[in-house]
């Protein structure tokens, strides 16, 4: 295959919250950065809106339940035995959805086919007999198995998706992974390029290059702060809270902006002085870009947070708080000691190219036949 043939690439994303989707966005944009050839498809639950607002690249879009994830009851609490039943009706994956993507990408003249988590996108590949790439920094089996002493239930499922995974063609961990896998291959955080630069978000949002403000966030999941009137008290920092109101509005110190902000997430991280809110990869990741201090809490009982929160600890300036901790709201006065960027910090999006690299050289390499 020639670097000016056109290349379709099926595309499937986890559902879970929006970091696995700002990850998966960040690979396309930098593969077509690189291929502008490149065409793709994504399989996904997460809105078609969070990737015509985070990438420039062309692409079709299937809605559909890509995988299941956790049953989240709240931004930082899972259900476990909704979760067994959905996984129940999702697994063996012989459903409707199965169909449907087989057909969809039956469709496409597909080359590859890329799983951000998704054993949907792996078993359709397996399927069809095409190449399969898997993009991690943890796998669902990995996540169920550390539930197994409270939810034994979970034991099949871990297994099927075990061999799953196993079944890839590369297998690419991001940093800061989980679980280390031999024969991988590791690159940097990938994280989402920024597309306004600091002082463009800012006029935006009404504020001097001089006015102290911190970006809380939840990630993906609505959220609903009790402590809203005590950051009142914090005149002299502005604070943006995406995903609390259905329409912007602003009250003395409060930008409170809807679910769809308008502005991309790495934008809002890139413009801010400090990030406030739940550990989470993508906003880790954007984090770390940036070299912007990190306030974070842990979601409890989550096993991707330690190594997470281990990353950030030893590559980033960051604090951590608990949950009572934040919802007391007494961290605004710690914010001006969070400051400094760490040595070796990065500015740009290198593990997205890194990533968008390995997966031009298997596009590239004889295995053009599939």
């Not at 095409?130 to 990995?142: A, G, K, S």
Request: overall charge negative.
């Amino acid at each position: 295959m020639t670097s000016l043939e056109p290349a379709s690439i099926a595309y499937f994303v986890s559902s879970h919250g929006f970091g696995h989707a700002a990850r998966s966005a960040a690979v396309m944009e930098a593969l077509h950065q690189r291929r502008p050839s490149t065409r793709f498809t994504v399989f996904t639950g997460v809105p078609k809106w969070f990737f015509e607002d985070s990438m420039a690249a062309p692409f079709g879009y299937v809605r559909c339940q890509s995988d299941v994830g956790l049953v989240q009851t709240t931004p930082m609490d899972e259900d476990l035995a909704a979760t067994i039943g959905e996984l129940s009706r999702f697994l063996p994956l012989t459903s409707r959805a199965m169909e449907q993507a087989l057909e969809a990408v039956s469709r496409m003249a597909c080359r590859l086919v890329v799983s951000d988590i998704s054993p949907l996108g792996i078993a359709v590949a397996s399927e069809l007999g095409l190449p399969c790439v898997l993009i991690e920094n943890f796998t669902w089996d990995w996540i169920y198995r550390d539930y197994l002493e409270v939810e034994p239930r979970f034991a099949p499922f871990v297994d099927e998706l075990q061999r799953l995974y196993a079944s890839v063609e590369l297998r690419i961990q991001a940093e800061p992974f989980c679980n280390p896998v031999s024969g991988t291959a590791v690159v940097e955080p990938i994280a989402r390029s920024v597309q306004q630069s600091r002082p463009q978000v800012r006029e935006r949002l009404g504020l001097t290059e001089e006015t102290p403000c911190a970006l809380v966030t939840m990630g993906g999941f609505r959220a609903s702060y009790q402590f809203l009137n005590r950051l009142r008290d914090h005149s002299d920092i502005t604070f943006v809270l995406p995903g609390t109101v259905d329409r912007e509005e602003r009250d003395h110190n409060l930008i409170l902006l809807p679910h769809r902000t308008g502005f991309q997430h790495a934008d809002l991280v890139s413009a801010a002085d400090w990030v406030v809110g739940k550990l989470g990869y993508s906003t880790l990741a954007e984090c770390f870009q940036a070299a912007t201090p990190y306030l974070f809490v842990q979601r409890g009982t989550f096993p991707e947070s330690p190594p997470l929160a281990r990353f950030a600890k030893q590559r980033m300036v960051c604090e951590e708080v608990t949950e009572a901790e934040l919802a007391a709201a007494d961290w605004p006065s710690r914010l001006s000691e969070l400051r400094g960027i760490p040595e070796g910090a990065v500015r740009g999006s290198s593990g997205s190219r890194q990533a968008a690299d390995l997966l031009l050289d298997l596009l590239e390499s004889p295995l053009e036949s599939c």
